[in-house]
């Protein structure tokens, strides 16, 4: 499935922003949806993953309840809101897709096969 990210841009610290991450090629039906981040010089770290398979969604400790995902099957397309941004959170952000998940490898960047491009968040201070 080909995955476009769209949505980020600059913001200041406590703003908002919502991310989504459209799917072509192939519905998502069946597919577990990630987001991670990379910022300058560090290693890509998880975010945020939504199961297919009953909907449940986990978050990095770091998000702290300031992170919403949600999909919306009809339109082919994962959510990522983020409130109450701060200047940590400046990363690319990317959308993820995978078939093979299970609960101890959700967190896990290469369990994921399909990913978009990236769209990069500022947070000013």
């Known amino acids: 499935v080909q995955l476009q990210a769209s949505g980020g841009g600059l913001v200041q610290a406590g703003g908002s922003l919502r991310l989504s991450c459209a799917a072509s090629?192939?519905?998502?039906?069946?597919?577990?949806m990630g987001w991670f981040r990379q910022a300058p010089g560090r290693e890509r770290e998880f975010v945020a993953v939504?199961?297919?398979?009953?909907?449940?969604?986990k978050y990095a400790d770091f998000v702290k309840g300031r992170f919403t995902f949600s999909r919306d099957n009809a339109k082919n397309t994962v959510y990522l809101q983020m409130n109450s941004l701060e200047p940590d959170d400046t990363a690319v952000y990317y959308c993820?897709?995978?078939?093979?998940?299970?609960?101890?490898?959700?967190?896990?960047?290469?369990?994921?096969?399909?990913w978009g491009q990236g769209t990069l968040v500022t947070v000013s201070s």
């Open positions: 993820a897709a995978s078939q093979r998940l299970i609960t101890s490898s959700r967190t896990d960047p290469n369990m994921y096969h399909d």
């Open positions: 090629g192939r519905a998502l039906t069946g597919y577990d």
């Open positions: 939504k199961r297919w398979r009953d909907g449940s969604a």
